[in-house]
């Protein structure tokens, strides 16, 4: 059984953000709260209010859910939970990555977390990544994803103890 996560931290827009730009956003961060797994922003951003505080709940470590939330959201847009307003479509969420890509805006994610087994130290220390926007181009077409990535310098322990990197030896 996996040991559940919990994380408290910030979400701050990187890069020249428009209002149209944080219109598409809001929608999408909104989604990221409607499921079991994932995060919930206190409120949406704005041209003014460009960080927003959040809590999320996981399994095993908390940079598993954020690495996921590109996948599962589009998962979310075609299977929404039973007895939820979507506010997000496909074409409201590929706008976004399309416009992340093309301008190099960000989302900045810094959080702490805690869970089951973790010391003190490992509850006070913060983590850092980012969300971004990429583009492929295959001949004429072009694919727009969105990715997660850590900014940490060092490999993180997971909630069960043991070094990532070590499991994949």
Known sequence: MANLTRADGTLTLAGNWAQEDIALLNP???SWALHDYGLSADGPFSVERREVSFFGDGAWDFYGVLENLPEWTEDWI???KPGTEQPLNRETYEALIRVMAEKELSI???FTE???GMSQEEREEEHRGA???EVEVDGEERFYSLWYGDLDDEDDDDCDGEDEDEEDE
Do not use: T
Request: hydrophobic share 35%; charged share 25%; with cysteine.
């Open 114 to 116: 805690e869970c089951e």
């Open 28 to 30: 999408v961060v909104k």
């Open 78 to 80: 075609e299977h929404p």
């Open 131 to 133: 969300f971004h926007g």
């Open 108 to 110: 900045s994610v810094v």
